[in-house]
């Protein structure tokens, strides 16, 4: 029987809460589908700060690189506002990507039926199964370039070599062979040296996968097309920032950020598994949040590090069968169950 060994960065704010339902989930595919899991925890965060006076331990590092994967809760919060920019809590987050390697970022926008009402955007615009897998890379570009300020000045520069946008491109060029067999690339090459590179290497890369059509879209006209038409996308190519942005307008397609899973990998098995949501401070504690972006993280962990494609399945559909009558408050509609964020995680375990 496999037997794996996983990293819980709980974080910050509804972190601990929503993690703690992810947990519970993984446990019972696990029963079910005849694998073990172990789990170690770490600090990450807001409260790596508070314990050990910086975002990111050294000991966090070493246990995540010890481990078969890592489940992130998230991180930040007013608290550590005052922090300076290289030990606020979202250093870590960055900092962990760059200790593990985490150069592909996987954040599907999959609308479940039951949630079609919950989208700002009409059904006849959506469709009947929008699913778009949006790639991001995550190492590079601006978030990791030179930045500085002066007294009235500040700066951050975006910055990327052939070598980073080819192993991005490959990994999107992969997706789409699995897929639609349909890839666009979205840059601002009209304004943008960088972009410039970017389009010109990804045509480079297009050249080892004939069968995939290959578009490109300024990321302002994509913005625009996935509110006009999202359903001509299958799979979206693009630079950190402006995969940061698009991956979040897209959860809102889908009906709410607290439905979308990530996941973040190297180039090995190993990953980093998170909800594409914030920390949410504000709610912290009262039982509310929304664990199923998280649950649905541990699906995608499942079918791209572990290997258990199967329970991958299972969850996601157990999810859609609770979604039917079942809702937490943050997308809750009349005549549905309101349940809280535990009773949530307790729901999926018996859909499976």
């Given at each position: 029987?496999?037997?794996?060994?996983?990293?819980?960065?709980?974080?910050?704010?509804?972190?601990?809460?929503?993690?703690?339902?992810?947990?519970?989930?993984?446990?019972?595919?696990?029963?079910?589908?005849?694998?073990g899991v172990t789990y170690d925890e770490a600090l990450l965060g807001g409260c790596a700060i508070d314990a050990t006076g910086v975002p990111l331990p050294e000991e966090t590092v070493a246990k995540c690189k010890a481990s078969d994967s890592v489940i992130l809760g998230a991180v930040g919060g007013p608290k550590w506002d005052d922090q300076p920019g290289n030990n606020r809590p979202e250093a870590g987050l960055l900092g962990i990507r760059g200790a593990l390697g985490l150069f592909a970022n996987l954040r599907p926008s999959v609308i479940f039926g039951p949630l079609k009402s919950a989208s700002p955007i009409k059904d006849e615009i959506i469709g009947d199964n929008m699913?778009?897998?949006?790639?991001?890379?995550?190492?590079?570009?601006?978030?990791?370039?030179?930045?500085?300020?002066?007294?009235?000045?500040?700066?951050?520069?975006?910055?990327?070599?052939?070598?980073?946008?080819?192993?991005?491109?490959?990994?999107?060029?992969?997706?789409?062979?699995?897929?639609?067999?349909?890839?666009?690339?979205?840059?601002?090459?009209?304004?943008?040296?960088?972009?410039?590179?970017?389009?010109?290497?990804?045509?480079?890369?297009?050249?080892?996968?004939?069968?995939?059509?290959?578009?490109?879209?300024?990321?302002?006209?994509?913005?625009?097309?996935?509110?006009?038409?999202?359903?001509?996308?299958?799979?979206?190519?693009?630079?950190?920032?402006?995969?940061?942005?698009?991956?979040?307008?897209?959860?809102?397609?889908?009906?709410?950020?607290?439905?979308?899973?990530?996941?973040?990998?190297?180039?090995?098995?190993?990953?980093?598994?998170?909800?594409?949501?914030?920390?949410?401070?504000?709610?912290?504690?009262?039982?509310?949040?929304?664990?199923?972006?998280?649950?649905?993280?541990?699906?995608?962990?499942?079918?791209?590090?572990?290997?258990?494609?199967?329970?991958?399945?299972?969850?996601?559909?157990?999810?859609?069968?609770?979604?039917?009558?079942?809702?937490?408050?943050?997308?809750?509609?009349?005549?549905?169950?309101?349940?809280?964020?535990?009773?949530?995680?307790?729901?999926?375990?018996?859909?499976?």
């Open positions: 029987m496999a037997d794996y060994k996983i990293t819980l960065l709980k974080g910050d704010g509804i972190g601990p809460e929503i993690v703690d339902q992810a947990v519970k989930v993984l446990n019972k595919a696990a029963d079910k589908f005849g694998f699913d778009i897998m949006i790639v991001r890379e995550l190492t590079g570009g601006i978030y990791f370039g030179e930045r500085g300020k002066s007294e009235d000045a500040a700066w951050d520069t975006e910055k990327y070599s052939v070598a980073e946008i080819e192993r991005i491109a490959r990994v999107a060029f992969d997706m789409a062979m699995k897929r639609n067999k349909k890839l666009t690339s979205v840059d601002k090459a009209n304004v943008l040296e960088s972009s410039r590179l970017w389009r010109k290497t990804v045509i480079e890369v297009s050249k080892e996968y004939p069968e995939v059509e290959l578009n490109h879209m300024y990321v302002d006209n994509c913005a625009m097309q996935l509110v006009r038409n999202p359903k001509q996308f299958d799979v979206i190519v693009t630079s950190n920032i402006f995969g940061d942005i698009l991956s979040d307008e897209a959860s809102m397609i889908a009906g709410s950020i607290g439905m979308l899973a990530s996941a973040s990998l190297s180039g090995g098995k190993l990953g980093l598994y998170e909800p594409i949501h914030g920390s949410a401070p504000d709610i912290a504690g009262l039982g509310i949040a929304n664990p199923l972006a998280t649950i649905l993280s541990v699906a995608m962990m499942l079918r791209y590090s572990l290997g258990q494609p199967q329970a991958a399945d299972a969850i996601e559909a157990a999810v859609s069968e609770v979604l039917k009558t079942n809702r937490t408050p943050d997308i809750y509609e009349d005549g549905m169950n309101k349940v809280s964020c535990s009773q949530m995680g307790d729901l999926v375990c018996e859909a499976l």
